[in-house]
């Protein structure tokens, strides 16, 4: 008896995808990401350019000094109406520089002066100095101030003096160096303007204003 081969099916082959065709599903996620991946990154440059535009207008944007007499004493007066008028008095101020900056201020060397109807009757002089960053500094000055000193012409000293009341001013001019992050120097300027009433018989100065 002879033995039927049996033959059995073959299993249907596998389809198998080629590896370089993508899954639509994969290949739109992936697209997703990379639009989300570009926003992140625009997003960021946008913010560090903003907070550089912030810094460099509030951080590297030099002020000039805030210069002003803080106080005004008087150390001595004598005053006289006849034969001629005249006054002469020691007058001490003290000024404050004050630094705005982020970064130290350097003066250089200046001078103070006060003035009556306009015109110098007292001035002094002061060296070189540094200011820090956002800081103060303050100058001490005494000064003697001369009606001698005024050019003969016309003026108010005489009735001033009747009246008891001597209206001076002050001025200064302060010129330097703010320095920022060591890299960026800029010279700045500042003016200082005060008036101010010396009341000849209490010896005080009055109604001070910068």
């Known amino acids: 008896m002879t033995e039927e081969s ?3 099916p073959l299993a249907p082959n596998r389809i198998h995808h080629r590896s370089d065709e993508e899954n639509p599903t994969f290949k739109a996620i992936r697209k997703e990401r990379s639009n989300k991946c570009f926003i992140y990154v625009f997003a960021t440059i946008v913010f560090l350019g903003l907070i550089l535009l912030i810094f460099s207008l509030i951080v590297l944007r030099p002020k000039s000094p805030d210069v002003k007499i803080r106080s005004v004493t008087v150390k001595t007066l004598h005053y006289t109406t006849s034969p001629f008028p005249s006054v002469n008095a020691t007058l001490v101020a003290e000024i ?3 630094n705005p900056n982020f970064g130290p201020y350097s003066f250089d060397g200046s001078s103070a002066r006060i003035l009556y109807g306009g015109q110098k009757i007292g001035e002094r002089r002061f060296g070189k100095g540094r200011t820090e960053t956002r800081g103060r500094t303050r100058v001490r000055l005494t000064m003697d101030i001369r009606s001698s000193r005024l050019p003969e012409g016309a003026n108010n000293l005489n009735s001033d003096l009747n009246n008891g009341v ?4 002050s001025y200064a001019k302060i010129s330097g160096k703010v320095e920022l992050i060591k890299i960026i120097n800029n010279r700045k300027t ?9 009341v000849l018989k209490t010896k005080r100065i009055k109604d001070l204003r910068c």
């Open 6 to 8: 049996q033959s059995w």
């Open 96 to 98: 404050s520089i004050e």
């Open 166 to 169: 001597l209206k001076i001013s």
């Open 190 to 198: 500042s003016e200082m303007k005060c008036d101010m009433n010396l």
